[in-house]
């Protein structure tokens, strides 16, 4: 793939295209801004359930992080747990933890948040059974017991190093009285949690406003809200959300081309950052499907083809860049337990990829379908290095739950995914998400899940990390997926705006403001 020609042709459309919205927004009334004390933060993917524990989307993520408070808060500066609506933990043996939880708190709905909040929400709403899209999230827990009405004690079956790191993740608080009366559907239309926003309307495929929080409870280490209003828009065409960045109309824009950063540097108006993130860019396989050319991901060979097929680095020095690295494992390098030791880093080699495909019976290379959700010029990319080696990829571009879908029910037979770890900093978020035996796991590999539920339940570090150093060894030497790139994000925003960027990839608005 020429990636100077694609940056070319890309920065020749995205001016054209850019140079029409904008002309077109100078006309529209702005109502973003530190004058109507609102910030508009635009991104290109619809949260299909604004429900923290019914989606993925980091737009998600990011959404329940304003919304909804969680028992521990992790400081991203120190990495140490603080106190949130917990006021302090105890381990009372390796597998009973019990936690003290914070008086006088209440739901954006009036609700007082109490004990019975804590128990129904990991037991009922996301426990076994339910319709949770993130069952890893609480299946680490064996039972909730309410000690009273401000204790609560978490059963374990087995050690979990990493339970802290998901207390302080993707485990939000839920209003249990209320959500017992309006059940999920109600909820997903009228959220109710106890953050220093709430949500104030729903608009599908538009977005979602928020509005401060009068009653944020003081003592929170996430820190009071500063701007009165949040606005999220989603806005899948790029040149689009960048246009209205340009005019005023948003604030706050992400995964900006890196061909355009320059361009946006120079604009008095704006300030742009850049770093690396915890989101791994990578391929999955399905080896369960069967198309025109059978199964051919069945095969070791043709998955270590695919392996050695893509130029990470090409990619990363050429399209990604700003402190983007190369990856080889499912995991990202500086989570705890990220052991790469053991790990088969497959070198750009198309001759090698051409060679293993005509052993696996595909000498002139075969036709199939790949899925994307998001920055198609990545897409289009791999698809120009499948197709250097013969395996010639059909592109289906669509949102992100109906690629999941079509990758669960066997009609997708590759997909270009990307995982953030739900900003957690732990191997276990991104092996434990893909290798456990349920769910998003295809391979079912015997030994990766019993190694992994070892791991899972080692609290020795040392003793872990050899775990995970097995694990993801294995992982890479079956080639069960492909992993290529970390990302690293480009941020635009309104110069008035006081806005700091962390690694785990969570824009932390409560903590900014206007100059």
Same mark, same amino acid.
């Given at each position: ?14 001016? *054209? ?16 801004? %530190? ?23 980091? @737009? ?28 302090? !933990? *105890? ?48 299946? !680490?827990?064996?039972?909730?017991? *309410? ?59 538009? $977005? ?9 409870? *003081? ?8 701007? $009165?209003?949040?606005?999220? @828009? ?49 391929? @999955? ?27 990470? @680095? ?95 029910? $066997? ?8 995982? $953030? ?93 206007? %100059?």
């Amino acid at each position: 793939m020429d990636y100077s020609l694609l940056s070319r042709i890309r920065i020749r459309w995205i001016n *054209k295209s850019a140079l029409s919205a904008l002309l077109l927004g100078c006309a529209a009334y702005s109502h973003a801004g %530190k004058q109507d004390d609102t910030l508009v933060y635009a991104s290109d993917n619809e949260v299909e359930n604004i429900s923290p524990y019914h989606n993925v989307l980091r @737009e998600g993520v990011i959404l329940a992080h304003l919304a909804w408070d969680t028992l521990v808060y992790r400081d991203p500066k120190t990495g140490e747990f603080l106190p949130e609506l917990a006021t302090d !933990w *105890k381990w009372e043996s390796p597998t009973s933890l019990l936690i003290h939880l914070r008086k006088g708190v209440k739901f954006h709905n009036g609700d007082p948040f109490s004990a019975d909040d804590v128990v129904y929400t990991f037991t009922t709403i996301a426990g076994p059974n339910s319709q949770t899209v993130m069952p890893q999230s609480v299946s !680490w827990i064996k039972t909730s017991e *309410k000690v009273d009405d401000f204790t609560v004690r978490l059963h374990l079956d087995k050690p979990f190093p990493a339970a802290l790191d998901y207390l302080s993740g993707p485990m939000p608080i839920y209003p249990a009285s209320y959500y017992q009366k309006v059940k999920l559907a109600g909820y997903s239309q009228a959220p109710v949690g106890t953050g220093p926003y709430k949500i104030t309307q729903l608009m599908p495929g538009q $977005g979602v406003w928020l509005a401060k929080n009068p009653d944020y409870f *003081k003592e929170s280490p996430v820190g009071q809200p500063r701007i $009165g209003k949040i606005r999220f @828009e989603a806005i899948r065409d790029p040149e689009t959300r960048l246009a209205q960045l340009m005019t005023g109309q948003v604030d706050w824009i992400w995964r900006v081309p890196t061909d355009q950063v320059s361009s946006l540097q120079s604009m008095p108006n704006l300030t742009v950052k850049s770093g690396e993130t915890m989101r791994i860019g990578f391929i @999955e396989m399905n080896p369960n499907i069967t198309d025109i050319a059978g199964k051919p991901f069945a095969d070791l060979r043709v998955r270590q083809a695919v392996n050695y097929a893509i130029n990470r @680095e090409g990619m990363v020095n050429n399209m990604i860049r700003g402190g983007s690295q190369p990856a080889y494992a499912a995991c990202f390098h500086t989570q705890t337990a990220c052991d790469t030791t053991k790990v088969t880093r497959y070198g750009y080699n198309p001759a090698k990829a051409k060679e293993l495909l005509a052993q696996a019976g595909y000498a002139d290379g075969f036709d199939t379908d790949i899925w994307a959700y998001r920055e198609r010029d990545y897409a289009e990319a791999i698809i120009g290095d499948l197709r250097n080696v013969g395996i010639r990829a059909r592109l289906h571009y669509v949102q992100y739950p109906v690629m999941k879908t079509a990758f669960a029910s $066997g009609q997708a037979p590759m997909a270009v995914m990307s995982w $953030g770890s739900l900003s957690i900093n732990d191997a276990g978020a991104f092996v434990g998400a893909f290798f456990n035996g349920k769910g998003d796991d295809v391979w079912q590999d015997r030994t990766v899940i019993d190694q992994l539920n070892q791991a899972e339940s080692t609290v020795d570090n040392a003793a872990r990390k050899t775990l995970y150093a097995d694990i993801l060894g294995r992982i890479s030497s079956q080639a069960y997926l492909v992993p290529m790139f970390s990302y690293s994000t480009n941020y635009a925003f309104n110069a008035d705006l006081l806005f700091n960027d962390w690694p785990d990839e969570l824009p932390r608005f409560v903590q900014s403001s206007w %100059k």
